[in-house]
């Protein structure tokens, strides 16, 4: 995967978290130095990503904007898949999920949830409730 590549994937996999808005930053010669490649904000947390591959590792001012965004209170770091992304704001957002069925990230607001709002989701997870119910009550 090019960089360009895991770039395009943490955006459509940012899409889908709730509460966030996030943009690609473009460098070039009237940005300023070491700007991480993707900003977001989620929930009013600020995030930046340093897009790198396998390979490749941040420049000296890349790693010089990573400490300055973590100075003040941001979350930056150097990924290389969309699931370092997610590990990331699992271990920073309370409450964040992955929905069991769809596999897309809620926000829990029990601490048991396991699946997202959506209808289907919901429907998915009454169906599964009341075969456990039908199960137990055939073991009996
Ligand atoms: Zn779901």
Not at 78 to 94: A, F, H, Q, T
Not at 106 to 125: L, T, V
Request: glycine share 10%; hydrophobic share 30%; charged share 30%.
């Amino acid at each position: 995967m090019s960089e360009s590549d895991i770039v395009r994937s943490i955006l459509k996999y940012l899409k889908t978290v709730p509460g966030c808005f996030c943009w690609k930053e473009h460098g070039g010669m009237y940005g300023t130095a070491g700007i991480p490649d993707i900003i977001a904000c989620i929930g009013g947390r600020f995030y930046g990503f340093e897009v790198k591959t396998d390979k490749g590792s941040p420049t000296r001012s890349q790693e010089a904007v990573i400490g300055k965004i973590r100075k003040a209170d941001g979350t930056a770091a150097v990924v290389r898949s969309y699931g370092e992304v997610e590990d990331i704001l699992k271990n920073s957002i309370p409450g964040f999920a992955v929905c069991e069925n769809c596999g897309k990230p809620f926000i829990r607001n029990g601490s048991r949830q396991k699946y997202c709002d959506s209808p289907e989701c919901r429907n998915a997870r009454n169906r599964k409730k009341a075969k456990a119910y039908y199960q137990r009550k055939k073991s009996r």
